[in-house]
């Protein structure tokens, strides 16, 4: 009876300091996958959930600088381990799904060329993200220099500031090709949108993508946030990552 005492007061004093909304800091391809993990979460937690989408650099020096996130989702394992360094987190970084690089197009760019097709005279403009600040561009560089067409595409490059920006190039045909993240163009907003074929994975490191609970939070915050990091393990979120065309760890 005392353990079942103990054990109410404490459930009651864990849902007195969770918060009731949290804000959420995601890199950029995540955007409709996090959207829908966040509906999920909330149904089942009565947390809201406030999404701030960017890329994983940016996103991590805002953190440095003292933005009021709660918790961390990156496109890489390098920046949350960097602010793990740093002091910045309540978690170790763990890796929550694998991201798969593919080339989109809406202009009839032939892509049945793979990579090469950066290269056609026809193609005029090929959007990439910032590989300084975006794990998806770094590795569609890396990606180009694999088939040795970086040099000969150069010119060509317009450099965006996330995915999400590759994602406007592409779609208001500002460009005829960009390197995009598989789970934008499975999107139900996008999935009709052009054509697109993935990138030989050979070619390019594995996007490996980790998550932290984040310090600038209030107690409350943090304990709110590890509710949302435990819940990423779950059937529910495992399950729309799966059908936005991330691979998960294996132990998933």
């Known amino acids: 009876m005392k353990l079942l005492k103990l054990a109410l007061v404490s459930a009651l004093f864990t849902s007195i300091l969770t918060a009731k909304a949290i804000t959420v800091a995601a890199a950029a391809n995540l955007k409709y996958a996090v959207t829908d993990i966040a509906k999920e979460f909330t149904k089942e937690s009565g947390i809201d959930v406030k999404i701030i989408t960017g890329a994983s650099g940016k996103l991590t020096q805002q953190i440095m600088s003292g933005a009021p996130y709660d918790l961390f ?12 360094k740093g002091g910045y987190t ?33 193609v005029n403009k090929v959007a990439v993200a910032n590989p300084k600040t975006a794990p998806y561009g770094t590795e569609a560089m890396n990606s180009m220099r694999f088939y040795k067409v970086a040099d000969a595409a150069a010119h060509k490059i317009i450099t965006a500031e996330s995915i999400s920006q590759v994602g406007a190039y592409v779609t208001t045909k500002a460009v005829e090709v960009g390197f995009m993240a ?47 990091l435990k819940f990423m393990g779950s059937n529910q979120a495992q399950t729309i990552l799966k059908a936005s065309g991330y691979s998960l ?4």
């Open 73 to 84: 989702l990156s496109a890489d394992v390098e920046f949350p381990s960097k602010l793990v």
């Open 90 to 122: 309540t978690t170790p970084a763990t890796v929550y799904a694998y991201g798969s690089l593919v080339l989109w197009s809406d202009t009839g760019a032939d892509l049945s060329k793979g990579v090469a097709v950066v290269t056609d005279v026809a």
């Open 182 to 228: 598989k789970s934008i163009v499975l999107s139900p907003e996008m999935k009709n949108v052009g054509k697109w074929v993935e990138v030989d994975p050979k070619s390019y490191n594995a996007i490996d993508q980790a998550m932290v609970g984040l310090k600038n939070a209030s107690l409350q915050n943090q304990i709110a946030a590890e509710k949302f």
């Open 249 to 252: 760890p294996a132990n998933k």
